[in-house]
């Protein structure tokens, strides 16, 4: 079995109708561990060599946030800026993360037909991750498509949860089966491993 890492970054989780959810629905599976960003560090002062030793006790890592100005919330950038240092993650003897996983699990308020080369934002979610595929290259790790619930403001609580499930269930699959890399690469969403029953 993987052991997954999710590296949570939401600042304002209480008011949160898509990560609390997501967070509900994983918190208590085996061999993954759940780690609340703003929660730790509320004054972004992030203790590396702990978060340092959390990546090297798993296998798969998981950015999990809310997507804000095509990005990531500002501790998530805080977090790699301390966390992947020279030397360590990247760099000539930089190979702790050699091997392992990265991905992203965002929600973003745009609908999947706005993340299109036609739609509104005039890129795709991957694209707009970008910066995120090349950090994992540049650590030599292996990157996963984002998994993604789009559309988050017209979503009522049933789909959500439905979608929350998913993510679940996502992680069951990461977790307890070998990944076709190179198949998992094509998809555009990567929840669409996963097809759950119409609730
Ligand atoms: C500061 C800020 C920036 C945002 N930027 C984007 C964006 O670039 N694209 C987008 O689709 N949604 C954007 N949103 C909407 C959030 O992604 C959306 O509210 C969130 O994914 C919902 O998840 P939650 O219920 O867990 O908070 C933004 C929201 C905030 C507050």
Redesign the pocket.
């Known amino acids: 079995m993987a052991k997954i890492l999710i590296l949570l970054a939401?600042p304002?989780?209480e008011?949160?109708?898509?990560?609390?959810r997501m967070v509900s629905a994983v918190k208590n599976m085996d061999h993954v561990t759940l780690h609340d960003l703003y929660e730790l560090y509320p004054n972004f002062d992030i203790q590396i060599p702990r978060e340092q030793d959390l990546l090297l006790a798993h296998d798969i890592i998981i950015l999990q946030h809310?997507?804000?100005?095509?990005?990531g919330p500002a501790l998530l950038k805080q977090w790699l800026d301390l966390v992947l240092e020279h030397g360590w993650a990247y760099g000539m003897k930089g190979t702790a993360l050699r091997g392992k996983w990265l991905m992203s699990a965002?929600?973003?308020?745009?609908p999947e037909a706005?993340y299109t080369l036609e739609g509104h934002?005039q890129h795709t979610l991957k694209q707009f991750m970008l910066p995120y595929e090349q950090t994992a290259k540049l650590c030599n790790m292996h990157y996963l498509p984002p998994a993604a619930?789009?559309g988050?403001?017209k979503l009522d609580d049933t789909a959500i949860q439905q979608k929350a499930l998913q993510y679940r269930a996502l992680l069951e699959r990461l977790r307890d089966e070998p990944l076709d890399l190179q198949q998992a690469a094509q998809l555009p969403n990567l929840m669409e491993l996963i097809q759950l029953p119409q609730a």
């Open positions: 939401h304002a989780l008011r949160s109708r898509v990560h609390k809310p997507m804000y100005w095509y990005s965002i929600s973003t308020g745009g706005a934002h619930i789009t988050a403001h």
